[in-house]
Every structure is written in structure tokens, then in C-alpha cells.
């Protein structure tokens, strides 16, 4: 480094090894720690600056009323129904997601022929766009599309998909979990072939079947990346909005509005940039108790911690 | 519990797999083979599993009715830089709060952590009245400097640093014992080491700006602006009505060639993921 070459002769140096190493270790963070403060916390703060004003962009109003955004979120009567489908698409994504994850993992850690091939085709649709993957279930789902279609080949007339209330969203929990299943499947997998083998083996020396050992040995030994990925998965089921805005735009009715597409409608279709800012501030609170009760229960279902 | 199967259990295993697998492949084949059929045939009964008739102008109308080359290019460039704008600001990131000693680095680490809690989505009202000011709107700087140095790159800094945590120090004494200042004790040492590690941040990272949708409709409103996962919502009739093929044809184009990178490069991918993603 240039600086070491500016040290004065015999006097004890300043640019001890100390300190140079932490100057390097300030300018090694410094992009990232100013891209939070600048991206992440200063926004975060004028988010909450924000909802406490009244601010109409189209009518160009900006007021100051306190906490009214705040009684308007608790007096606003689309709210429990938007709370309510968020649960229900947070609720079904993570169960589905993780059961079909442990299960699809469980599968590929057998020793078949062609099992690489079998990972590879189910790991695939991560890999595939996010909105050309739901436009092609939202062409299958059409109610003359090709589920229907299949269904009606063998006698059974299907629901129209992305109308009925209900099928709405199963369908948008679905075409989701179909799409990022295989991320956790392989952290899954990984974790699985982490397990030692002896634990298994003495196991079957103490005459455990195959459902006992996968339910002392294994999912006790693969818990933290049960947690962790809990912890990613439902963090991010509450961040859907692409798949919400292709299938269903929300509806029929407000069945599959979820918080961010409700926050989106009223931030950039209606303009209220202050309720908006209300319904951000709802939103993260939501997320860091989610997270935070997450991290306390890893003491208690957590088994063991590298 | 890998244990050796009888054959019959063999057979079953793979008919369940194949069973299992048919959500994940069938709509990647209906997109293809549906972008190809004309538009009386798109919702034939039965469905075709394979085109009865072939109609490839869909794909020249995809460029006709939109400046698809331009806004291909723009989601490439994008995803370009952002993913290695990433890669530069956290294995720096990583490697600093993983290995260098300095005053205040835990409560630092804290700070950036934050931004894992915090998702873009919770920002985005002021972000957009941020880059309104700064005259941003229509162009491509939200979409690259968010990623890059707010809370996306987190997640990639965080894998950064539990990787350099797992790294023997000696190799990095032995450097410092020759003199070697830090910043060449990471570009020469640490970073070569660390190329699975970067290869999954990479990876997440391609993905991530591959996909946004919510940031470009929100921070774009011209079409030659925009980046494929919005161009491809835009093909529409006059009533609003979706033009089926057109749309497969543009959706066709905009999957196929991650796919086939990543069926090339599987291995690495696959395993580069799971090697470095979550152990910690």
C-alpha cells in the first residue's frame, strides 16, 4: 500500500501493522456499508417520515397528520382480508415447499443410475424466468388451457383456474412452489449427505427401522438447514408480487392480494405514497417478527449448531 | 440411508420420480411447443403435445410489436454488471469482516445484516422519490445500484464471509511474513481460494436481477427501457387480451439460454449452491 511508503524514518511509525490493517478493513466494507446506510437505512427512515404525512402524488399534497395513516390502517376494511390472504399464501408456500423439498431430497440421495439426470430436470425451473415460467402456467391454468384440456380427456371438467376464489390461490401457491422447490431441495440434499453414516449403521445395529432413523438421526441432523431455509422461504413468500400480478392481479375479488401487491396498488396505481409508506412500515414489521421468533425457536428445535 | 434397493424398489422409485417430475418439465415443453403453433391451434382440444401445424412468425413478431433486441440487451447488461458489481463489493465486504481485525467490525457486520431484514419492497416508495430526485427515473440506475450495494448484495456478502471464516489462516501468514499488504493477501491469496464461493454469489445474483419485476415497472414507463420480465406482460391485444403464441415465443426466447447454460454447467452450479450456500 501507498501509505506505508509515507512513514517517517525512526520515529515509531503511525501505520503500525494494526492500523493498517484496519484502514484496509474499513475501505474493504466501505461500499457496502454506504450502499445499506444509502439504499437500505435512509430510506427505512423516510419510509416512516413519510407515513406520517398525507401525500396524494396526482393532487400534489403533502401534509403532516401524524399517526391518521396508522388509524386508517387499522380502520382500512381491506386490510384483514389482504392480512388474511398473505397468511394463507405464506402459510401453504412454506409447508408445501419445505415437505416437497425434504421429500424430492430424500428421493435423490438414493444410489440409482441417472440420478444426476433427475436433479438436474427438477433443479431446472429456477433457473427458468420468473414471468415467462408463470405466463406458461397462466396459459395452462386458462380455463380452455391445458389442464383443463387433460383434464377433459379423461372425463373431469377442471374449475376455471385463476377465477374461482379457492383454485386462485392454490394455483399462485403452486406455480411458485413448482418454481423454487429445487433450491431448497439441494441444500436439502447437501445436508442429507452431510449426516454421517455410522449414526445410521448403529441405528440399524439397535434394530431401528427406516422411519425411526429418518426421524431421530435425520431431521435431528439436518435441522439447522431446516430453520435456515424456513427462515429464507418465508422471508421471501412474503416479497411475491411478479407471480400475484401475471396469474391473478390480485383477484377474483381481493382473494390473492398479498401485502406487497395491496402496497403497490396504493403506493403507484392510486398515488397514495403516504398509506403506501404506512403499509412498508406494516410490512417490515412484520418481517423482523417473523424472523426474530424464528431465531428464538432454533434454541428449541434446533438440535445441534456447527 | 443410502442403502442398496431390491429391483422392485428400484422400478417404483423411478416411476414416483418420473410421476413426481412432471410439473417441473411439462410446462418448459408446452411454452416450446406452443410458441410454434398458430392461433386457431393454441387452445385446440385434445391438446397437442406436439404441434399439428408450425407457425414460426411468432417469433418475428415478438421484435415487430416490441424493441425486443433492446430490452433483451437491456436485461443482459444489467444482469452483467450487477452480478459483477456484486461480486467485487462482497467478497471485499466478506473477506474484511471474516478476517481483518478493526474497531467497531461486529457492530458494523450488525448494520449490514439489517439489510436482510429490510426487503427492497419495504423501501421502495422512498427509493422511488430518492432517484426522482436525483433525475434517475427511465434510466437504469435503480436497477443496478440497489442490487449492487443495498440489500440484495447482502445475502451474497454473508456467503462471503462464512467462506473466508472456513479458510486455513496460514496460507495468509505466510504472505504477511513476505511482506504482502492486505489488499494483495486478498486479491492474490483469498480470492483464487474463494471461486466456488463467488461462483454461487454469481449465480444468485444473475438470477435475482434476471428476475426483477416489481423494481423495473415501478423505476421504467418507456418501452425501449424496459427489461424482459416486463416486455414479456406487454404483449396484448387492443383489449387487453393476451396474444398467447406471441407471448410463449418472447417467453421461449427470454428462458431458453439460461436454460441451456445451465444444463451445460449442472455440475457446477448445482453443487457450487449447495457447497457454499447455507452451512453456517
Known sequence: MSLMTETPPRKRPFWTM????????YLFIAPQLI???????????????YSLHEWNVLANTFNFVGAANYQMLLADRALPQVLL??????????????????????????????ITVFRTLFFSPVVVSLVAWTIVWSFLLQNNGGINGMLAMIGVEGPNWLRNPTTAMISVIVVQVFKNVGLNM??????????????YEAARVDGAGHFKQFR??????????????????????????AQIAVLTQGGPGMTTTVLVYYLYQQAFQFHF????STLSILLFVIVAVLTFVQWQMRKRIVFYEN | MKTDLSPRLRVALYGLLCVLLIPFVFPTWWMLTSSVKPISDIFAFPPDLWPRRFDFSTYAKVFELQPFARQYWNSAYIAAIVTLGTMVVSSMAGYAFARIKFPFSNTMFMIVLLGLLIPSEVTIVPLFQMFLGWGMINTHWPLILVPVFGAPSVFATFVMRQFFIALPGELEEAARVDGLGRFKIFWLIALPLAKPALGAVAIFTFLHSWNLYLEPIVFLSSTQMFTLPQALTQFTDAYGGAMWNIQLAAATM????????????????????AHTGLKG
Open chain 1, 18 to 25: 494494526a492500523r493498517r490493517d484496519a484502514a484496509a478493513g
Open chain 1, 35 to 49: 450502499g445499506i446506510i444509502a439504499f437500505v437505512l435512509i430510506p427505512l427512515c423516510l419510509v416512516f417520515y
Open chain 1, 85 to 114: 390472504s398473505s397468511a394463507i399464501f405464506s402459510v401453504g408456500l412454506v409447508v408445501l415447499n419445505m415437505s416437497l423439498a425434504l421429500l424430492l431430497a430424500v428421493l435423490l440421495d438414493q444410489k440409482l443410475k441417472g
Open chain 1, 186 to 199: 439441494i441444500l436439502f440434499l447437501a445436508a442429507l449427505q452431510g449426516v454421517p453414516k455410522e449414526l
Open chain 1, 216 to 241: 431421530r438421526i435425520t431431521l435431528p441432523m439436518i435441522s439447522p438447514t431446516i430453520l435456515l431455509t424456513s427462515i429464507i422461504t418465508i422471508v421471501g413468500s412474503l416479497q411475491v408480487f
Open chain 1, 273 to 276: 405514497f403516504g398509506y403506501g
Open chain 2, 254 to 273: 427470454t428462458a431458453i439460454p439460461v436454460l441451456v447454460v445451465f444444463i451445460i454447467a449442472q455440475k457446477q452450479f448445482v453443487e457450487g449452491l
